[in-house]
């Protein structure tokens, strides 16, 4: 596991009230977190705050695992 | 779905519509209500702001909107549609004019009617979660309700291109840094911090403060009423209807990313 998704998982577990433990980066985000658009809003300004970049959302079409948004994330930063 | 009060010279004004304050014919007839009484009254200052969790307002009604025009446009639609959006500019015009300071306290999802509502504000409070959006274009429209002279009047050409253009989202901080929003504060503050800013501006003489917006702040009348034709024009295509059907129709978990 990258840094980058380490911590892209605690930041989503902390925000959706879930265990960091049972997520992985293989996983889908939004059947991991059960989170719907509006949450995954949420999430992505969590990812902005924390890694002080801008992820225009356009970007995370087909952005489905943590993995790959994690990637996004490093892309950006 | 709207409350208002008038308590110490504050009018708050409490939008809780789910799932998000959308905008349509309730929304904007109870605006219009609203915007009477404050005209006639000498409070010094609004505050609008979203009782629901889920964000200041996700925009338009688009569900009412697609029921109505699912069957194609004909005339009877194309005037109704523009009634509605000629009611919808005259309450956002005096909303926009009022004599009070009005502030928009703006957390979550303030997107498309909903930003447009926020940009009739003098002051905008944002929670840290909020994020802005104009996603007109994925609906092969623009914003109709008077957001594009308003959003450039506050802010840079180069930005509102690129909102509109790309429909992209933008957080709190993005949108302090851009000049759309003056104050930004943490999760659950932005009544508190609204409230402030309402009891600070009526410490001055009503009259300073009134001269003071209305030379601030002019109404951009003709670009409104452009706004107004170019979305009318559009309005009219297939591409809109089909649009909507796709929104209305999707059970996508995420149809708020452009």
């Given at each position: 596991?990258?840094?980058?998704?380490k911590?892209?998982?605690?930041l989503?577990?902390?925000?959706?009230?879930?265990d960091?433990?049972?997520?992985?980066p293989?996983?889908?985000?939004f059947?991991?977190?059960?989170?719907?658009?509006?949450?995954?809003?949420?999430?992505?300004?969590?990812?902005e705050?924390?890694?002080?970049?801008?992820?225009?959302?356009?970007?995370?079409?087909?952005?489905?695992?943590?993995?790959?948004?994690?990637?996004?994330?490093?892309?950006?930063? | 779905?709207?409350?208002?009060?008038?308590?110490?010279?504050?009018?708050?004004?409490?939008?809780?519509?789910?799932p998000?304050?959308e905008?349509?014919?309730?929304m904007?007839?109870?605006?219009?209500?609203?915007?009477?009484?404050?005209?006639?009254?000498?409070?010094?200052?609004?505050?609008?702001?979203?009782?629901?969790?889920?964000?200041?307002?996700?925009?338009?009604?688009?569900?009412s909107?697609?029921?109505?025009?699912?069957g194609?446009?004909?005339?009877?639609?194309?005037?109704?549609?523009?009634?509605?959006?000629?009611?919808?500019?005259?309450?956002?015009?005096?909303?926009?004019?009022?004599?009070?300071?009005?502030?928009?306290?703006?957390?979550?999802?303030?997107?498309?009617?909903g930003?447009?509502?926020?940009?009739?504000?003098?002051?905008?409070?944002?929670?840290?979660?909020?994020?802005?959006?104009?996603?007109?274009?994925r609906l092969?429209?623009?914003?109709?309700?008077g957001g594009?002279?308003r959003?450039?009047?506050?802010?840079?050409?180069?930005?509102?291109?690129?909102?509109?253009?790309?429909?992209?989202?933008?957080?709190?901080?993005?949108?302090?840094?851009?000049?759309?929003?003056?104050?930004?504060?943490?999760?659950?503050?932005?009544?508190?911090?609204?409230?402030?800013v309402?009891?600070?501006?009526?410490?001055?003489?009503?009259?300073?403060?009134?001269s003071?917006?209305?030379?601030?702040?002019?109404?951009?009348?003709?670009?409104?009423?452009?706004?107004?034709?170019?979305?009318?024009?559009?309005?009219?295509?297939?591409?809109?209807?089909?649009?909507?059907?796709?929104?209305?129709?999707?059970?996508?978990?995420?149809?708020?990313?452009?």
């Open positions: 596991m990258t840094a980058t998704e911590r892209l998982i605690e989503a577990a902390e925000r959706f009230s879930a960091a433990n049972l997520l992985t293989g996983q889908d985000f059947e991991a977190l059960g989170i719907k658009s509006i949450q995954a809003l949420d999430l992505l300004t969590d990812l705050d924390e890694f002080d970049i801008e992820i225009p959302d356009y970007e995370m079409q087909g952005v489905n695992t943590f993995a790959a948004l994690a990637a996004l994330i490093d892309k950006r930063a | 779905m709207v409350e208002w009060m008038l308590q110490n010279g504050i009018w708050e004004v409490k939008m809780s519509a789910p998000c304050n905008i349509g014919l309730e904007l007839s109870a605006l219009e209500s609203f915007v009477g009484e404050a005209e006639a009254s000498d409070a010094h200052s609004v505050i609008i702001y979203s009782g629901l969790e889920s964000g200041f307002s996700a925009g338009a009604d688009l569900k909107l697609y029921s109505e025009v699912s194609g446009w004909d005339e009877a639609k194309r005037g109704q549609l523009s009634d509605f959006l000629s009611r919808i500019h005259s309450v956002f015009n005096r909303l926009d004019m009022l004599p009070q300071t009005v502030i928009c306290s703006i957390h979550r999802v303030c997107f498309g009617g930003f447009e509502l926020a940009l009739c504000g003098d002051i905008r409070v944002a929670e840290k979660t909020a994020r802005f959006a104009f996603p007109e274009l092969g429209i623009i914003p109709c309700f594009i002279p959003l450039e009047r506050d802010i840079g050409n180069a930005m509102v291109r690129d909102l509109l253009l790309t429909g992209r989202s933008i957080r709190a901080t993005k949108a302090a840094e851009i000049g759309l929003v003056t104050h930004v504060v943490p999760r659950g503050e932005g009544l508190a911090a609204a409230r402030a309402a009891n600070q501006t009526g410490k001055f003489d009503p009259e300073a403060r009134r003071c917006k209305q030379f601030l702040k002019l109404l951009p009348t003709e670009r409104l009423e452009e706004e107004k034709r170019v979305a009318l024009r559009l309005f009219q295509s297939d591409v809109v209807i089909n649009a909507l059907k796709k929104f209305v129709e999707s059970d996508d978990v995420r149809p708020y990313l452009p």
